[in-house]
């Protein structure tokens, strides 16, 4: 009896040890049908979409460049002698008028200068109307009245110089405008050959945009040129100039090429040594496949966007980029036109996810923060 007992404790405790085993496997299959659940459920990221349409692409090329005085329009003052400076009467940045003076130089060797040249002509008059008055008498010969007369002229050039030197040694302005440099400084040595003072007319201004010597091989005159200020197209739009010139030397010290902009008219006066940024129009595309910049998403060292298709499901492709303009990228490879693309939240987007359209509000943090992760990419 007692055997028989124990057999049936011992075979309860079996069957109770099997049905704990079935109810863990059990509940591991669950869980494990819940997770295959849980990834069978298709991920949903907001959007924004547009059709790929072609249409012309203006491809521009970016320089740097500062606003300066344009040519004819720019007078550099120099001491006509070597002399002292003894007052200096305007400073850089200072607006002046024509004939205004501007620098004074020492009087001093000047008027004695004058006064010497002066007296020289006066004795050498003197002399002359002598020797032609004998010649005439027969007393002297003809030639030393002619050498008398000839000593005149060159007294009075001498005479005329000097007085022009006297009157130079106050530099006046020969035209109204501003002064961009002054170097004069109260007291200091001058030669002739140093500028002292330039004045530029503010009514009359290039850009001289600076571009590598391969750069200059593609600009022209006569290009467009969208002027922003800063470094960076991002400025401050200031208006659109036209190429005027490119230099034909490469400058030794930037190692760069002068592109000269002429600017009609601009949306607020520029200001001299002002730091511009221009975008050079250099090509047009025609029928060329273009998409906001926000819709190029980089990708090691090439780019991708994300192709909805017909069930609202993104897909990653590989794009080349064969140009940029402000906000436009241009595609030659990788996308064709009606193809619909995402433009706005392309930015951490992972592929077959399915896209939903943004709210007015998300739209506009989406295109925040692509533009903030730097969506445009480099001109290739």
């Not at 459920?41 to 521009?60: D, L, N």
């Amino acid at each position: 009896m007692r055997r028989s007992r124990a057999g049936f404790v011992n075979r309860a405790a079996a069957g109770a040890a099997w049905a704990g085993l079935l109810w863990l496997i059990a509940a591991s299959s669950a869980c494990h049908a819940a997770d295959s659940g849980d990834e069978a459920v298709q991920a949903v990221v907001p959007g924004q979409t547009e059709i790929v349409q072609p249409g012309a692409f203006t491809q521009t090329m970016g320089a740097i460049g500062q606003v300066v005085g344009r040519a004819g329009h720019v007078a550099t003052l120099m001491a006509p002698a070597a002399g002292r400076v003894e007052t200096v009467l305007v400073t850089t940045g200072q607006t002046v008028t024509a004939g205004q003076p501007v620098v004074e130089l020492d009087q001093t060797p000047f008027r004695a200068a004058t006064a010497a040249a002066d007296a020289a002509l006066a004795t050498a008059e003197r002399a002359a109307e002598r020797k032609v008055r004998l010649a005439n008498e027969g007393i002297a010969p003809r030639a030393d009245a002619e050498q008398a007369q000839a000593d005149v002229a060159r007294a009075r050039a001498d005479a005329a110089t000097a007085r022009r030197q006297e009157e130079l040694s106050v530099l006046k302005s020969p035209i109204a405008g501003v002064v961009t440099r002054m170097s004069a400084t109260l007291g200091a040595s001058v030669d002739p050959a140093q500028p002292l003072v330039e004045v530029s007319d503010p009514r009359a201004l290039d850009v001289l945009l600076s571009v590598t010597p391969t750069e200059a091989a593609r600009v022209q005159p006569g290009m467009k040129v969208s002027l922003s200020a800063g470094q960076s197209a991002s400025g401050e739009p200031l208006g659109v100039g036209t190429i005027a010139d490119v230099s034909g030397v490469v400058d030794t010290a930037t190692r760069s090429v002068a592109a000269r902009v002429q600017v009609p008219s601009s949306r607020r006066p520029l200001r001299i040594g002002e730091t511009v940024f221009g975008a050079i129009a250099v090509a047009t595309i025609p029928n060329a496949i273009v998409v906001p910049a926000n819709a190029i998403v980089p990708e090691g060292d090439g780019f991708k966007v994300f192709v909805v298709d017909g069930k609202g499901l993104a897909h990653a492709r590989d794009v080349t980029v064969g140009g940029r303009s402000t906000g436009a990228v241009w595609i030659t490879d990788g996308l064709k036109a009606g193809e619909r693309i995402v433009t706005e939240g392309a930015y951490g987007m992972q592929d077959s996810a399915k896209v939903a359209p943004l709210t007015p509000a998300a739209a506009e943090s989406a295109h925040a923060a692509d533009a903030g992760r730097g969506a445009k990419p480099p001109t290739p």
